[in-house]
């Protein structure tokens, strides 16, 4: 019986180094959930609504020195957890395949 701990304990980080994004993105669910629930009360639902800007570069005397940012919630959190989008969608499939691939 304490053979099957260690390989039951061994086995999640063997899919944790197989699939890190995937990892990262479950690690931090419980916590993206509420900053995205507060995203977007911030920017649709608070009177008036708060507009997200980045810096253009230029100065106070040089025009618009900020800018509405163009990037959603969901990439906004990416970036703020170190998820790499693309890196973590290639895992999804990946995963998925091997589940068919074990399920036929």
């Given amino acids: 019986m304490g053979n099957r701990q260690q390989t039951r304990s061994a086995a999640p980080k063997a899919r944790e180094n197989e699939y890190p994004e995937l990892m990262k993105f479950r690690k931090a669910d419980a916590e993206r959930m509420y900053l995205d629930a ?11 609504p708060v507009v997200l800007c980045e810096s253009t570069g230029r100065g106070l005397g040089d025009g ?3 800018a509405p940012i163009s990037v959603g ?13 693309a890196k973590l969608e290639t895992e999804r499939r990946a995963l998925l ?6 399920n036929p």
């Fill in 38 to 48: 507060f995203l977007e009360w911030l920017v649709g639902q608070r009177q008036p």
């Fill in 64 to 66: 618009q020195p900020y």
């Fill in 73 to 85: 919630p969901e990439k906004l959190l990416a970036e703020y957890f170190g998820i790499d989008m």
């Fill in 97 to 102: 395949a091997t589940i068919r691939a074990a």
